[in-house]
């Protein structure tokens, strides 16, 4: 994966050159607060890598993926705010560090940047990157709603939380590599494929956190069990929900309704959740999505090589191994 480490160290180069510096400093500091977080820099990574299925020349698409990324860590200092978060990346939230009015300031002027790092596209894909990121921009906007929404609602099916999740998380990922063929000036049927390929990703990848967030370790980085503390209705609460019986159904309806955080809250859930074999449900669900962003990525025309290094990169997201 050394072409991975390589265009991390090129994206976090390119953030430190690019100077988002002024007065008053409670406007500025936050925003470089975050951008120097420990990060992956998936989504600038996918845009690169995407490119560099048909082009050479990556310093065309540097600038347009860190407009991604800019606007990923906008949405998470917005979404700390809302969901009253303390932590993020192993340290205090923005909101947290400094205060709610500093938070959305800051978050609306990185975002702001992130359409400064579109200035430079050329003419000729301009236009159509453009139009293509105003309307994830309001996709992605739209999933945050609905992902509130679901807080004050008991019953939300299947199908719901996968619009959501969509929304939310994975037409950011679908673009990352869309991105890449816009930028490349392929055809529209091409970048359609880069983008079916990585909003299948990300679903995969919104169920898997889903997944490891009960029965991963602590070695991910979230406290095990974190979502069931917290009421939250993932994917496996709905679908526990959905397979129960209605004895058990209502057991674990009455400890979602309780605030109290303890321990037996989660071992029950959790358990419920092995009883009805939910774990097993989760993981075939996200693995039928995760195939399907294979088959759409093998169906591209590209360097074989190039095309292995995209499939590559992906797999080991899957295994949380980079």
């Not at 390589?6 to 510096?21: A, D, P, T």
């Not at 909101?95 to 990185?110: E, V």
């Not at 075939?284 to 195939?291: E, G, L, P, R, V």
């Amino acid at each position: 994966m050394n072409i991975i480490k390589n265009y991390q160290e090129i994206i976090n180069s390119k953030i430190e050159k690019i100077r988002i510096q002024g007065t008053p400093n409670e406007l500025y500091d936050p925003i470089n607060y975050i951008l120097n977080l420990k990060s992956k820099r998936v989504r600038p990574i996918l845009s690169l890598l995407s490119y560099s299925l048909f082009k050479k020349d990556i310093d065309k698409i540097t600038e347009p993926s860190i407009a991604l990324e800019f606007f990923h860590n906008f949405t998470l200092i917005h979404d700390d705010i809302m969901d009253n978060a303390d932590i993020r990346r192993g340290e205090d939230t923005i909101h947290k560090k400094w205060n709610n009015n500093i938070g959305i300031l800051s978050g609306d002027l990185l975002m702001i940047f992130a359409y400064k790092m579109l200035e430079n596209v050329e003419e000729k894909t301009f236009k159509k990157t453009f139009q293509r990121y105003n309307n994830i921009a309001v996709k992605v906007c739209e999933g945050q709603q609905y992902d509130m929404n679901f807080e004050v609602e008991n019953e939300i099916s299947e199908d719901d939380y996968l619009k959501m999740i969509t929304l939310k998380t994975a037409v950011l990922i679908g673009f990352s590599l869309e991105l890449g063929g816009l930028i490349a000036n392929k055809e529209k049927l091409i970048t359609d494929q880069l983008y079916v390929a990585g909003e299948n990703f990300g679903i995969s990848f919104q169920l898997m956190d889903d997944y490891l967030d009960v029965f991963g370790s602590a070695e991910f980085g979230k406290k095990i069990g974190g979502d069931i503390s917290s009421n939250k209705k993932t994917y496996l609460i709905i679908k526990l929900l959905e397979k129960a019986n209605s004895t058990d159904k209502e057991r674990v309806l009455k400890l979602m309704n309780d605030n109290n955080e303890d321990e037996n809250k989660i071992k029950f859930i959790t358990d419920m959740m092995l009883k009805y074999q939910i774990d097993k449900i989760a993981k075939q669900k996200m693995d039928i999505y995760f195939d399907e962003g294979m088959k759409t990525l093998s169906s591209i025309s590209s360097k074989k090589n190039k095309i292995l290094e995209l499939k590559n990169y992906f797999e080991k997201m899957r295994e949380r191994k980079f």
